[in-house]
């Protein structure tokens, strides 16, 4: 890993640890993905050993303007994971005057941060890929060493595509709890068959607290479930798709939440095509992007559409967009005249 974002993390993590003791309450907000609540339980365990008063509540980011909206200036401090940083964002905790901190990993489109505490790597290193969960786990392990943050952070990990530049945690992890980078996978996909079921996903909190749970019957039975859904989804991509020169369109109709998980298993089906999975909610389209070539940037390709997006961020292989019907009809314009220029 880069000796700088190793510093940069350090010396984040002793000011991180200054500012929680200036608060007892303290809310915990998350992505609504694997790395998120993975996050999540890594700061749960340490904000417990601390004996902090904790609330936590997973959100999707176009979801978060609103939630934001919603709280009041008190004497109490948010952590928020997993989530990419909007300008509207920042102008909401300014105006509510919100105490934050912000751990995140995506690639910034905002660079002023004088209104929160923002711990992310690409600040440093633009190129480097730490899941949050990694990062979580780097700043907090420094300071509280806790074994079961160790497995959290692994699970997320490989969960958000990030083995890369976490060689050392993952090795470590293996020989702490006598597993394989595969086993923290397949547990990793058993964690996001939760996801594909569940609105509340913070009732599963409590008892991810315990790593048991991580074996137990309940668990295999909702992802024995959500592999069925999955197989037949994704035979029906095979089938009904639409190919735009490099892009694969697909439409998911269901009323699970299965629109990232088929996208990144179309991605590892297609590597050569720029994978596009889009549903329709309340009269919103709403996408996940993926790509496996390395050479391609999905987020300097769709911020060239000059499409105007709701919503739109991520990571250059994988990211996510929402948009109005109107302006999906200009996406798919813009898709076939970047597929003729190609």
Same mark, same amino acid.
């Given at each position: 890993?880069?000796? +700088? ?17 200036? @608060?007892q309450?303290? /809310?915990?907000? #998350?992505? +609504? ?13 340490? !904000? =417990? ?13 176009? $979801?978060? &303007?609103?939630?934001?909206? /919603? ?6 401090? @948010? ?16 105006? &509510? ?19 929160? #505490? ?46 890369? #530049? ?8 293996e020989?702490?709890?006598n597993?394989?980078?595969? $086993? ?10 939760? #996801? ?6 913070? /009732? ?5 607290r ?22 037949? =989804? ?8 639409? =190919?735009i020169?490099?892009?694969?369109? @697909?439409?998911?109709?269901? /009323?699970?939440?299965? +629109?990232?998980?088929?996208?990144n ?24 992007? +993926?790509?496996? $070539? ?21 990571h ?15 996406? !798919?314009k ?9």
């Amino acid at each position: 890993m880069d000796v +700088r974002v190793l510093k940069f993390l350090n010396r984040q993590s002793k000011n991180l640890e200054k500012i929680l003791k200036n @608060y007892q309450k303290i /809310k915990i907000v #998350f992505d +609504r993905d694997v790395d998120g609540l993975m996050s999540c339980l890594i700061v749960l365990c340490v !904000l =417990e050993k601390l004996n902090k008063k904790v609330e936590y509540f997973s959100i999707k980011v176009k $979801d978060l &303007k609103n939630f934001l909206s /919603k709280q009041k200036n008190s004497n109490c401090l @948010y952590i928020f994971l997993d989530l990419s940083i909007e300008k509207e964002f920042l102008a909401e905790i300014k105006n &509510k005057k919100l105490k934050c901190i912000w751990i995140d990993h995506h690639q910034l489109k905002v660079f002023s941060f004088k209104d929160i #505490f923002l711990i992310n790597p690409v600040l440093i290193n633009s190129s480097i890929y730490l899941p949050t969960s990694a990062i979580s786990y780097i700043i907090f392990d420094r300071i509280y060493h806790i074994d079961k943050l160790l497995f959290f952070a692994s699970i997320g990990i490989v969960a958000d595509k990030g083995e890369k #530049f976490s060689e050392n945690i993952l090795k470590k992890a293996e020989k702490k709890f006598n597993l394989k980078v595969d $086993d923290f996978f397949e547990i990793s996909k058993k964690v996001n068959s939760l #996801f594909i079921f569940e609105k509340d996903i913070e /009732k599963y909190v409590p008892k991810m607290r315990n790593i048991a749970f991580f074996k137990s019957k309940d668990l295999n039975r909702i992802y024995s479930k959500a592999q069925k859904i999955l197989s037949k =989804e994704f035979k029906n991509a095979i089938k009904k798709h639409i =190919e735009i020169g490099s892009f694969f369109l @697909y439409k998911i109709r269901t /009323k699970f939440n299965i +629109r990232s998980t088929i996208a990144n298993m179309l991605s590892q089906e297609f590597k050569d095509k720029i994978i596009i999975v889009y549903e329709i909610r309340k009269n919103e389209i709403i996408m996940s992007l +993926r790509s496996n $070539d390395s050479k391609i940037n999905l987020l300097e390709i769709f911020s060239k559409f000059n499409i105007n997006f709701k919503s739109f961020g991520g990571h250059k292989s994988a990211c996510g967009a929402v948009m109005s019907k109107e302006e999906f009809k200009k996406f !798919l314009k813009k898709l076939k005249e970047y597929g003729r220029n190609k």
